[in-house]
């Protein structure tokens, strides 16, 4: 099966950046996130998701990311971080994946 939402990556980056989600956010080992515009290299348990987009590639159903939309505790950019979910993820995607806090309105 083909996922029903056929959005790029790139349209998902787009759309938040649009949004005002201009900074680039990296995973790193021992969950944490670095920062693109101040350098911070910070706990993941500091940073809370606003946005979510899952994707799973369409010619390959384990290509699977999830685009974050969130801020930088320390200078409050607000960037994306792209992260593998799945069996294929990184460790360290699934232990900041695990360690953020859900701040969106469920």
Avoid: Q, W
């Amino acid at each position: 099966m083909t996922p029903s939402d056929s959005t790029t990556l790139v349209e998902v980056i787009e759309n938040m950046r649009r949004s005002g989600f201009t900074t680039d956010l990296s995973p790193l080992p021992g969950a944490k996130i670095r920062c693109g515009s101040c350098g911070a290299e910070t706990g993941a348990t500091e940073f809370r998701i606003e946005r979510l987009h899952r994707m799973e590639g369409a010619s390959d159903p384990d290509d699977m990311l999830a685009v974050i939309a969130t801020r930088c505790p320390r200078c409050h950019s607000a960037g994306t971080l792209i992260l593998g979910y799945g069996p294929m993820a990184s460790g360290d995607d699934t232990d900041v994946a695990k360690s953020m806090k859900d701040g969106r309105d469920v």
